[in-house]
């Protein structure tokens, strides 16, 4: 398009040049082929402002030799004819160059544009990218908390009679909550020897096999859980066939009563969540099995100190995780009746005795467990309650 321009103006300019005898314009103030050559330059740079002085010159020459004859090769050599070729050529050069540096910063200002809107564009995806995933996360950690106390609410709830229960009770709330082929509980018994207690799902790991020998269930002792994967980022060598895909010490202070294990779980299942799980219970364990262990080792005591420890361990649970618990007071005008007393109560419960009088700790026992028990203590010949109440979250 400019190369067209130019010569469709430059040949215009020389149609009015021999039409009125304008010998080339060498006499005219300003000069049109300078003053094209000015417009050219500036708009489109040196090189077609060099192309208009050549054209120029050219056009000029021929309208000399069409106006002067043969004489014009005189005049053709003359600075009166030279200098018109000579300021267009100076006039492009300068303006041509100057004109091609501010177009080039232009350009570089552009580019530099397009390289920071893109840069702001990709910012953008990245914020909304982010904001999403945190969305996601907020969404999922509430989903988290909401599962948490749900299960924590679910354990609360848990009613059980024996030490025996403990466990069944536990491996199948978990089993719930955690997406996993196998959860099992294993207890720690004499030289570091860890024996199942109970298991849901297909077996991977052996009944029963010594603490060192798993790398994953040594490292959760120091650490409150480790999984598979840590080992996998870990130098120690292992034997897979003793190594869970993720584990849980059931430890209360410097207690350790074993552990919860994952078996068998899926990568994707094996998150924050499943680990979150199997420590709440954990906990729970922990702080059960040693109420329990309390109580194989006296369930009927008359020593006071016993009572109050015991009865401050069952409070410390109540406080963590909601468990409710019942107490009762009574006398009896027979000591014979404590037997009858023994026998209506379970082996998760704790008695004191104290002359004729009689204390019970009911422990994972809400109101409605709390008068079933003393439906049963009234229907005894010469007892007297004299006290009843559960502790629990609905007061």
């Not at 090189?47 to 069409?66: D, E």
Request: proline share 3%; hydrophobic share 45%; aromatic share 12%.
């Amino acid at each position: 398009m400019a190369i067209f321009e130019i010569f469709l103006i430059n040949f215009l300019i020389f149609l009015t040049d021999i039409t009125f005898n304008y010998y080339g314009f060498l006499t005219s103030d300003p000069n049109p082929y300078v003053l094209f050559s000015i417009y050219v330059s500036s708009r489109y740079g040196l090189f077609p402002s060099l192309l208009v002085g050549l054209s120029s010159t050219i056009l000029t020459i021929v309208s000399l030799f069409i106006q002067y004859g043969i004489s014009a090769q005189q005049l053709i050599v003359s600075w009166g004819v030279l200098r018109v070729p000579f300021l267009i050529l100076v006039i492009s050069v300068v303006v041509g160059v100057v004109r091609d540096i501010k177009e080039r910063k232009i350009k570089d200002l552009e580019n530099i544009l397009q390289l920071t809107e893109s840069a702001l564009k990709d910012c953008r995806n990245n914020l909304e990218k982010y904001e999403s995933i945190t969305d996601n996360l907020e969404k999922k950690i509430l989903l988290e908390e909401k599962g948490i106390a749900i299960f924590t609410e679910k354990l609360r709830d848990l009613e059980v009679y024996n030490v025996e229960d403990v466990f069944n009770e536990a491996i199948e709330l978990i089993a719930q909550f955690i997406e996993a082929q196998t959860i099992s509980i294993y207890v720690l018994g004499k030289n570091d020897f860890l024996r199942l207690k109970v298991r849901k799902g297909p077996a991977f790991l052996p009944n029963s096999f010594p603490l060192t020998k798993s790398k994953v269930i040594s490292n959760s002792v120091q650490k409150g859980s480790f999984s598979l994967a840590d080992l996998y980022i870990s130098s120690e060598s292992f034997d897979l066939s003793y190594e869970p895909a993720l584990s849980v010490p059931i430890k209360r202070k410097d207690k350790l009563f074993g552990f919860v294990l994952v078996e068998i779980i899926s990568p994707e299942h094996l998150n924050r969540s499943s680990q979150m799980y199997l420590q709440v219970l954990a906990d729970w364990l922990a702080s059960t099995l040693d109420i329990s262990a309390e109580l194989s080792e006296v369930v009927i005591t008359d020593d006071i100190t016993k009572f109050l420890a015991f009865f401050q361990k069952i409070n410390e649970r109540f406080e963590k995780f909601g468990i409710p618990y019942s107490f009762i007071y009574g006398k009896v005008q027979n000591i014979s009746d404590f037997e009858q007393v023994k026998r209506s109560i379970r082996e998760t419960d704790y008695l004191f005795l104290t002359g004729n009088e009689f204390r019970i700790i009911l422990t994972s026992c809400a109101q409605e467990g709390l008068n079933r028990v003393i439906d049963i203590l009234r229907k005894i010949p010469d007892i007297t309650i004299e006290e009843a109440y559960t502790v629990s979250q609905l007061q």
